[in-house]
């Protein structure tokens, strides 16, 4: 009998690459092209995803293939946000200003000058991503 893991347990390598529809190979490069991304390596090198990885992780898929972000211009932006939030799971909107902003608003975002609306526009980008992997869990469930 297999029974799924808990949406917080560690996942693997090829776990995650299903899960963002991302190639290993992939995940290994951007380990080393953000230093966000930590995963607890065990014996043989083997890596395990925290769900705070996998979310870094998501977010860099969206900035990259979705958003047209550069390698330099993702490390720009997460950078600045880990700056100012210390993690990932830290980015709060204040009251709720998320939905005073036009969504059109975020698609003119300038790409190369990370303010606070980029703040909202990566909150927004990580909920969403969220809705989409719970959905992905519960489908395979």
């Not at 993690?87 to 975002?109: M, R, V, W, Y």
């Not at 927004?124 to 991503?129: N, Q, T, V, W």
Request: glycine residues 4%; proline residues 3%; aromatic residues 8%.
């Amino acid at each position: 009998m297999i029974t799924e893991k808990s949406v917080s347990a560690y996942k693997t390598i090829s776990e995650v690459s299903k899960l963002i529809d991302v190639p290993s190979h992939v995940l290994r490069f951007w380990e080393t092209k953000f230093s966000q991304v930590k995963p607890v390596k065990r014996s043989g090198a083997r890596r395990y995803y925290r769900a705070e990885d996998i979310e870094i992780l998501t977010l860099i898929r969206e900035l990259l293939y979705n958003e047209g972000y550069t390698i330099k211009g993702a490390q720009k932006a997460l950078k600045s946000q880990f700056k100012n939030s210390g993690t990932a799971n830290n980015i709060q909107p204040k009251g709720n200003q998320l939905d005073k902003i036009p969504k059109d608003e975020f698609s003119s975002a300038e790409k190369t000058d990370f303010n606070m609306d980029g703040c909202f526009k990566i909150l927004e980008i990580l909920r969403d991503s969220e809705n989409r992997l719970n959905k992905l869990i519960s489908k395979n469930a």
